[in-house]
T-cell receptor
Framework: RKEVEQDPGPFNVPEGATVAFNCTYSNSASQSFFWYRQDCRKEPKLLMS???SGNEDGRFTAQLNRASQYISLLIRDSKLSDSATYLC??????????????FGTGTLLAVQP | DTGVSQDPRHKITKRGQNVTFRCDPI?????LYWYRQTLGQGPEFLTYFQNEAQLEKSRLLSDRFSAERPKGSFSTLEIQRTEQGDSAMYLC?????????????FGPGTRLLVL
């Protein structure tokens, strides 16, 4: 079983739609969580960190459920420019020195005009 | 731009040749990571430096791979006797020690194709 699992998609949605991505992680000792965005043939860029209380940044809302080991990302009023791959990311340091990131395979979002 | 630079951006080589990639992190960042990404997958951790010390290496990093960060600034990743399975995007990321919520900033990557 992969350490971080997400639906690869693609998700094809019209402009203005609300879309939700889900992700599960296997190690209950994981301590920090992120969503990264990756455009085609580009590097990943941090979209937002995910906190236990849930957090929002404009049209983006991230939630974490530690009991279910589940992370979500909600995008409201989607724009054409939101088309990208969204990577669910878990920090696997488990209190150690290395903050190496464990990435899911990514979910491809295509927003249609 | 994140400020992390990588060189070259693309490399085509023949099987059996050696290749070396360079990463220049953001100047005040003491941590440097190398990841590898293949098509349809997320990046996978390869190795990590804190200043000049290489503190962790993934099992993915075979003996043909070596990484250095001699003065705690730029880093190099060398692949000896390349194989077709080494074809991938090699990503470098840097960060500053900030506990668990530290942000890793990625460079544009070096895309390697082994023929």
């Amino acid at each position: 079983r992969k350490e971080v699992e997400q639906d690869p998609g693609p998700f094809n949605v019209p402009e203005g739609a609300t879309v939700a991505f889900n992700c599960t992680y296997s190690n209950s000792a994981s301590q920090s969580f992120f969503w990264y965005r990756q455009d085609c043939r580009k590097e990943p860029k941090l979209l937002m960190s995910v906190y236990s209380s849930g957090n929002e940044d404009g049209r983006f809302t991230a939630q974490l459920n530690r009991a279910s080991q589940y992370i979500s990302l909600l995008i409201r009023d989607s724009k054409l420019s939101d088309s990208a791959t969204y990577l669910c990311v878990v920090n696997s340091s488990y209190g150690g020195a290395t903050n190496k990131l464990i990435f899911g395979t990514g979910t491809l979002l295509a927003v249609q005009p | 731009d994140t400020g992390v630079s990588q060189d070259p951006r693309h490399k085509i080589t023949k099987r059996g040749q050696n290749v070396t990639f360079r990463c220049d992190p953001i100047s005040e960042h003491n941590r440097l990571y190398w990841y590898r990404q293949t098509l349809g997958q997320g990046p996978e951790f390869l190795t990590y430096f804190q200043n000049e010390a290489q503190l962790e290496k993934s099992r993915l990093l075979s003996d043909r791979f070596s990484a250095e960060r001699p003065k705690g600034s730029f880093s190099t990743l060398e692949i000896q006797r390349t194989e077709q399975g080494d074809s991938a995007m090699y990503l470098c990321a840097s960060s500053r020690t900030q506990g668990l919520q530290e942000t890793q900033y990625f460079g544009p990557g070096t895309r390697l194709l082994v023929l």
